[in-house]
């Protein structure tokens, strides 16, 4: 039932995208940077995760259409700007060329600006939600992306790698050093990952006017999964292989704290499972056990890229 349901919905959504992208033409080659970066690949979750939400509640997917291109902008935008030198220095995503070695370097810092700007023009003008709820949404797409979200996430992402290679270098106690950075770590996850994966389940509520307790138990659903989902991305990043992540995984070499190298990997799959349940018991105690949903929490365990 899920496999068909993320193909069909897939298709919906990269139809969407590219619908959006013929309005990009001149500068020619930004556009075709902007193609390449938006349409290489990858699951679209995000903006699945909005039509499940329009169908958990049935409703048309005609208001979430806008915000979830808009959504899937800035999610293309992040990855752009995370594979480049001064980031994770990638040079494959879904098992292509990241954007900044098929270009350069300034065409793919570039692709990732306009794909973040024209991510608000798109939910600004959109004409399929009430003035008053696009206030709302554009509100929490800025934080969640923005210094309080995503944004911030990275940023402490990156000042954690530098300050566990300063302590290296100074002979510092690095099991002290790791201890005293689990609390970061699980700040890091929650806000880079995290927050987008919440803003793809909370976005559509808001359009949707879904009732405010209904919404604030798929929140906290979001979050259990947007953890199990950075647990596992640090997982495959061990035990996947290139055929199935499409990417060569630099954590290892660049020095960065993931889940298995603080907690070691059983660990590691142990707290997974324990997000992946309490997720389950929200679906099953307040959505009557949607069965897509269960497959969904499923599925975030499972994946193999």
Known sequence: MLKDYLKEKKEIVEKNLQKKLQNYKFPN???????????NGGKRLRP??????????????????DIATALEFIH????????LPAMDNDMYRRGKLTTH????????????????????????????????????????????????GMVGGQFEDVEMERRLKDKTENNVNLSEHIEKNKKMLEYIHAHKTGKLLTAAIELPLI?????????????????????????????????????????????????????????GLNKSKEMLNECLNKASKIIEDNFGGNKLLLELTQYFGNREK
């Open 29 to 39: 080659k930004l556009s075709e940077a902007m193609n390449y970066a938006v349409m």
């Open 48 to 65: 699945i995760l909005m039509y499940m939400m329009c169908d958990l509640f049935h409703k048309s997917y005609e208001s979430v259409e």
């Open 76 to 83: 293309c935008y992040s990855l752009v700007h995370d594979d």
């Open 101 to 148: 070695i098929k270009y350069n370097e300034p065409v793919a810092i570039l692709v990732g600006d306009v794909l973040l700007t024209e991510a608000f023009n798109i939910a600004t003008h959109s004409k399929k939600i009430n003035d008053k709820n696009k206030v709302k949404i554009i509100s929490k797409l800025s934080e969640y992306s923005g210094f309080y």
């Open 207 to 263: 359009a949707l006017e879904v009732e405010e307790p209904k919404k604030e138990k798929l929140v906290e659903y979001s979050k259990l999964i947007g953890l199990a989902f950075q647990i596992k991305d640090d997982i495959l990043d061990i035990e996947g292989d290139f055929i199935n992540t499409g990417k060569k995984s630099n954590d290892i070499e660049n020095g960065k704290i993931t889940y298995p190298s603080l907690f």
